[in-house]
């Protein structure tokens, strides 16, 4: 019992770093260029020491995308409520993009994939899932790809379109490829 009490302690801690070195790379970057921020000068800002950062965080680029991930846990939880389908998880997608205060930094420095990346990691076993069992890894990689395809053209002319309305058009693409 108190074993448990010092590791949720501890997450605690961690989480809170994590906030703290993220708030301080947000306000540098609302300052300066990505490439002209050192990790020193975000340890410095967020009050912790530089192995502090490494520690939770490979490069500037992970900082971001713990964000991402943080954002997509919490809708996740909420989505689990009901049972989750195709159109689900894509507005979900779409919303979270829509909606992302980081989203800029990607696409300005050319770093969309890693977004994307981490986008398949996180929701790859909820895609699994809703798929049947019997579409092969091939095509499984074959949608993912098409759908961060139609997720970079969307970005690309300005999100113009309602996130459900970017969900329903990708589902109606993907369920036509699975026939």
């Avoid at 501890?10 to 708030?23: A, D």
């Avoid at 770093?111 to 579409?135: C, E, G, H, M, V």
Wanted: aromatic content about 10%.
């Amino acid at each position: 019992r108190k074993r448990g009490r010092c590791i949720m302690k501890r997450e605690k801690q961690i989480n809170e770093s994590k906030e703290l070195i993220f708030k301080a790379f947000m306000q540098l970057l609302n300052r300066k260029n990505e490439e002209d921020i050192t990790l020193t000068e975000i340890a410095e800002v967020a009050g912790v020491g530089r192995m502090t950062i490494y520690r939770h965080f490979k490069e500037k680029e992970d900082i971001l995308l713990y964000k991402v991930q943080q954002y997509y846990e919490v809708g996740k939880r909420q989505l689990h409520d009901k049972n989750l389908t195709l159109l689900d998880l894509l507005a979900f997608k779409y919303n979270l993009i829509k909606e992302s205060p980081n989203l800029e930094y990607f696409y300005k420095n050319n770093k969309l994939q890693s977004l994307f990346d981490t986008f398949r990691t996180i929701y790859s076993a909820d895609i699994k899932n809703i798929f049947p069992p019997s579409i092969d890894a091939y095509t499984v990689a074959f949608i993912l790809s098409g759908m961060d395809a139609i997720t970079l053209l969307w970005l690309q002319n300005g999100k113009n379109e309602d996130p459900m309305k970017m969900a329903q058009l990708t589902a109606q693409i993907i369920k036509r490829q699975l026939v």
